[in-house]
């Protein structure tokens, strides 16, 4: 539940007014300069207050909210991650929101993605967590899927068509799927192909022939933490198989 109230701040004139605001999003408060002149007697000066409060209560950007992330690593206190504040760059239909808290395998570390949205419109941004460390906003963090690899020493993102793999001190390595106009759909691991834990990428495709769209599937097998193809698959409508390098290719 949340309560507020407006504040009047006077100095001989009405010079700016206020909303402080007490909640779940902890205390908020934002001015907006006015000026007003005229007012001379006390009917006058309540009037134009009041004007000024509906202006700044039907204004969108009235209250400044930023979500928050409560990350819980064993052996340490509670850490707040806060995402990018909902301020004049946002609208009401489209505010930055906690999207997804993900931890290492081994909790010694945790991805946290605020994104906003509206229609086929959006944006995130990702930040890297680890007890008693300071958070890292990930560069080229605007992906739409995560995945840890299986030792936690490297996170993977997926943007549209594009791969990233950070290490933990926020460095970061880019690829692009080899697929021209495709989408990625899905992020896993693979087996182990000589020990080692292997990335898989599926990735559609849609194209004309004669007025009708046709769909491929493409898997996709990238080495870790190199990025570097091993094997692509593709068949058409349904996932193809992420097939493993051949031995007498290693």
Do not use: H
């Amino acid at each position: 539940m949340v309560s507020g109230q407006w504040v009047v701040e006077k100095a001989g004139w009405l010079k700016s007014l206020s909303f402080e605001q007490k909640g779940e999003w902890g205390s908020l408060k934002r001015a907006f300069p006015l000026s007003l002149v005229g007012c001379a007697d006390q009917v006058g000066k309540v009037a134009s207050a009041m004007f000024a409060l509906l202006l700044a209560a039907l204004s969108p950007y009235a209250l400044t909210l930023v979500p928050k992330a409560q990350l819980t690593f064993p052996g340490s206190p509670p850490q707040i991650i806060s995402g990018p504040a909902n301020t004049d760059q946002a609208v009401v239909d489209q505010p930055w929101t906690l999207d997804q808290i993900l931890y290492a395998p081994s909790k010694n570390a945790a991805a946290v993605r605020f994104c906003w949205d509206i229609g086929k419109f959006g944006s995130c941004e990702t930040s890297l967590a680890r007890p008693g460390q300071p958070v890292l906003k990930l560069s080229e963090g605007d992906v739409s899927r995560l995945l840890w690899a299986t030792d936690g020493k490297y996170l993977i993102g997926a943007g549209g068509n594009t791969l990233r793999l950070w290490n933990l001190a926020g460095g970061v390595r880019t690829a692009a799927t080899p697929v021209t106009g495709s989408t990625v759909q899905r992020l896993w691991l693979a087996q182990p192909n000589l020990g080692k834990f292997d990335l898989c990428v599926s990735v559609r495709r849609m194209f004309p022939v004669n007025g009708v769209y046709r769909t491929t599937m493409t898997s996709i097998r990238y080495a870790l933490p190199s990025l570097k193809v091993l094997t692509v698959t593709t068949q058409k409508g349904k996932e193809a198989e992420c097939r493993p390098l051949s031995p007498n290719l290693v």
